[in-house]
């Protein structure tokens, strides 16, 4: 029982690897960067699209795919800041796989810039699967507390960039940044650290800079 | 590969119920009322079980399994309050599964009232595995969003009640605490609801004498 569990899954992960392979290759010959967002649900993933969406309105060009169990709710959030997005439901799974992305990707405009992939809010499944994307990043919420990343250590060894969103709920919170970003840079010494609020705006300058000299990188060819 | 897969969590499941079963019949023999509680990681099982075990203080016994991927820290806050608490760390699993449950059965102590379950913080799998517990409660907090019980469905239609926790940042969110029931209402008609802030103290009275009364039922072989 268990000899078998186990082969099925490493031939679900190495079947991903390729498509995933596929995906990145692609994207990165159009000049794409794909970034594949991974937290718990209600971390805030939808909020920062809407609000990358508000400061790339006019300077970059961007779409998303929106990974949900249920729903069309965010991709219809996104759409409403005149993003193009597809919904992905996954009716039941707890991640989003490769190849649901390989079947949306024939509808991306050729002339973007960030193609964004929010996954199926959990901080434990979508960390083991690689969707093609070139930028992970890992969101933790105030309200959810500075000790998540040892409980859930693969989400932020995976990921590119952690970032810390909600901080217009600090006054009231026993949260410390410090500590959550200590304890993400202590699993991912190469973890970049960002401290935003997507609903006042705070720290997404440095967020929206990071994501533009990244999409340089891969079109100067040294992603 | 598909029929494979689907086989092999066909099997996992079934053996999993027969494990619960077990701990089912166990756990009423011996008078004890069993609850499993679910959410995404950070919605407040470990600060209610916290608060919990100061208002059954020298009135009722309870004991706590805690469910996490990595650390002890969880069970060791339950030991601060004078409370037994056994951690299981999964080393990676999305969920608890009954058998994890049946390993430590043995250290339980014959005369408590309530055996409290806490499992992974995760909104998805824990949903599908039944760990003998009589009663699951699913919390979602308020800084989650009320968008979520439609968007994962399974947690709200497989639990007894319905816990809503921080209710003490509700005048900093928007929020609508009536808007999250009635999403999970019309999921699970019969789900019970409460509002609590575990810090605070709103809301427990209730949630506690439903506890209470769950567990008289039991004892009364009425479960």
Redo the contacts between chains.
């Keep these: ?1 268990t000899t ?2 186990i082969t ?1 899954v490493r ?2 992960l190495a ?1 991903n690897k390729q498509a995933a392979a596929a995906i990145r290759a692609e994207l990165r010959a159009r000049g794409i960067l794909c970034v594949n967002l991974l937290s ?3 971390s805030g993933k939808t909020t920062l699209l809407e609000a990358l969406a508000d400061r790339f309105r006019g300077r970059r060009r961007m779409a998303v795919i929106e990974g ?4 069309e ?1 965010d991709a219809e959030r996104i759409r409403a800041k005149g993003v193009e997005a597809w919904q992905i439901t996954t009716g ?1 799974a ?1 991640h989003l796989e490769a190849k649901m992305i390989g079947k949306v990707l024939g509808n991306v405009p050729e002339a973007i810039d960030f193609l964004f992939i929010e996954n ?6 979508p960390a083991s699967y690689d969707l093609g994307e070139d930028l992970r990043l890992v969101l933790l ?1 105030s ?3 500075d ?2 990343p ?5 989400a932020f060894f995976s990921a590119d960039a952690l970032v810390l969103t ?1 901080s217009d ?1 600090l006054p ?2 026993p949260f410390d940044p410090r500590r959550a970003a200590a304890e993400a840079l202590a699993i991912k010494p190469t973890l970049k650290v960002f401290t935003i609020s997507a609903l006042c705006g705070d720290g997404l300058d440095a967020l929206a800079t990071y994501l533009v000299e990244a999409l340089e990188r891969l079109r100067s060819g040294g992603a």
């Design positions: 029982m078998k569990t099925v031939d679900v079947t718990s649900p209600g949900d169990i249920e729903t709710r039941g707890c199926v809010g959990n901080l434990v499944c919420s309200p959810e507390g000790d998540k040892a409980k859930y250590p693969q909600k709920l009231y919170l």
